[in-house]
């Protein structure tokens, strides 16, 4: 038996995942944040760099791999938009026996695209990336999320959870 535990947001760019995990990623938790792999592999500096988006999720795997091989609990601040990305960390998990927690934050679409759209358009002169992230882009993201709502249950989570919408939690 083991208390690794894997926690992975799921939802799109501006829904609120790093201020949710920043509020509420349990004590001792480790966090994975592509953003500050990101930032940290830029030569830029840049969080929003996709050119060094693979390398950012190598070091969150290896990350992971020594935190729940301790028997930890990580938390990935994500995306986690594609099926493939969140099979993935469940596949991960499970080489640990780890449980995995699977935190759906997906705010009404208009809503994360008015918080996106206060972000900083400024595209950096080095990787060309702007902090806001393009509106077709949020949509995509919104849409895949909202498409794959009533198959989350079948992917093989321990636990859903869903947070930060109006609606009563389906959980409860
Ligand atoms: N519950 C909330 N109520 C009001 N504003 C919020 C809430 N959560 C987040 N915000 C605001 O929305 C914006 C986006 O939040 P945040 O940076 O947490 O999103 P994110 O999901 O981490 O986005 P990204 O995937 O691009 O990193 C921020 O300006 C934040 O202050
Ligand atoms: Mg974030
Ligand atoms: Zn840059």
């Known amino acids: 038996m083991t208390s690794a535990t894997l ?60 935190v729940l091989a301790a028997g930890g609990t990580v938390v990935w601040d994500v995306t986690s938009y594609l099926r493939r990305f969140r099979e993935r960390l469940i596949g991960l998990a499970s080489e640990y026996r780890a449980r995995t927690v699977g935190l759906v934050i997906l705010p009404p679409l208009p809503t994360v695209l008015a918080r996106n759209a206060r972000r900083d358009n400024t595209r950096c002169r080095v990787c060309g990336y702007a902090r806001r992230v393009p509106e077709q882009t949020v949509r995509a993201m919104h849409d895949a999320i909202t498409a794959a709502l009533p198959h989350l249950h079948t992917e093989g989570w321990h636990d859903l959870r869903f947070l930060g919408q109006s609606a009563p939690s389906p959980l409860r």
């Open 7 to 66: 926690y992975a947001t799921i939802g799109p760019a501006g829904a609120g995942k790093t201020t949710w995990r920043r509020r509420h990623a349990p004590t001792g938790a480790v966090v994975v944040s592509l953003d500050e792999n990101r930032a940290a592999l830029s030569p830029c500096g840049c969080s929003a760099n996709q050119a060094v988006n693979a390398v950012a999720v190598e070091r969150g795997i290896a990350t992971t791999r020594s």
